[in-house]
């Protein structure tokens, strides 16, 4: 604007400058008011410019809480189904039981604490199995078959802590504390040669204490589906006399929710 003022003062040859001179005052006034528009959005323009290729350095104290923030909305926990295959060889004023039996349910948790190594919910399941024998030639004057069913089901509320081994595994450790019923059917049947008598059928049933402690290995396979298996022992303490429902589990499951980075990337 200095320049262009004192262009403007001069007299000479230029012929941009005789022309600014030749026009009236109040043109020259419009003419000085659009170059200070000018420069202000080359100002601006310029000050734009120095913000992207410059920008203002973030704290590690902010990475930290962004990183923080990510985890929290990526890892919020799940649920899901699993199977459970209960190994239980119990013996009862009825009749001994061999297993394994086969159980089904589900179950689902959140994540707490700063880092995400707690985590608590519920867990539900139920199922049973039949075991069947039949005696030949053991007792020539009563020969019988008989058939064993155990059945039963629980639930209840879980804690764990979770350990982390690189990029989407976990290793869950906790206990289950619920409670229970269960039942045992033993049917004894006569036989004489092709022929099958009155059935003898005796029945016994009570609810229990459910005490679970439990290990196992998780995987996320994508941001939204976790696969794991684990190993526990129930222990069913019935209102009764007999154990017929305690024993050590394998489960296998699958769960879905908000969770961390996959093993792989797909």
């Known amino acids: 604007l200095e320049v262009v003022g004192s262009l403007l003062a001069t007299?000479?040859?230029?012929?941009?400058?005789?022309?600014i001179n030749d026009n009236s005052a109040e043109d020259r006034r419009i003419f000085l008011q659009m170059l200070e528009e000018l420069a202000r959005l080359r100002a601006r323009t310029d000050e734009q410019a120095a913000e992207i290729e410059t920008p203002p350095a973030v704290s590690e104290e902010c990475k930290a809480a962004c990183d923080k923030a990510c985890v929290w909305r990526k890892n919020m926990g799940g649920g899901g189904v699993f199977a459970m295959i209960l190994f239980n060889s119990h013996g009862t004023d009825l009749g001994d039981y061999e297993g394994p039996s086969v159980w089904v349910g589900g179950r689902g948790y959140t994540y707490l604490g700063e880092n995400h190594e707690w985590r608590v919910g519920g867990l539900g399941a139920g199922g049973g199995s039949t075991d069947e024998t039949r005696q030949q030639t053991g007792n020539r004057l009563y020969p019988f078959s008989e058939k064993r069913t155990v059945s039963g089901g629980y639930g209840g509320v879980t804690a764990?802590?979770?350990?982390?081994?690189?990029?989407?595994?976990?290793?869950?450790?906790?206990?289950?504390?619920?409670?229970?019923?269960?039942?045992?059917?033993?049917?004894?049947?006569?036989?004489?040669?092709?022929?099958?008598?009155?059935?003898?059928?005796?029945?016994?049933?009570?609810?229990?204490?459910?005490?679970?402690?439990?290990?196992?290995?998780?995987?996320?396979?994508?941001y939204w589906l976790k696969a794991g298996v684990g190993l526990s022992y129930l222990f069913a303490e019935p209102f009764s006399s007999d154990r017929y429902i305690s024993g050590f589990s394998m489960t296998f499951g699958l769960f879905f929710g908000q969770f961390e980075e996959p093993v792989f990337e797909w």
């Not at 976990?170 to 033993?186: I, K, R």
Request: net charge negative; no cysteine; hydrophobic share 40%.
């Open 11 to 19: 007299t000479g040859n230029n012929p941009i400058v005789a022309a």
């Open 160 to 222: 764990e802590y979770v350990l982390r081994a690189g990029t989407g595994v976990e290793f869950p450790m906790g206990l289950l504390v619920g409670g229970g019923g269960g039942g045992f059917e033993s049917v004894l049947t006569p036989r004489t040669g092709d022929l099958s008598g009155i059935d003898h059928v005796n029945r016994k049933s009570s609810g229990f204490l459910a005490l679970q402690p439990m290990v196992g290995i998780e995987a996320n396979i994508l």
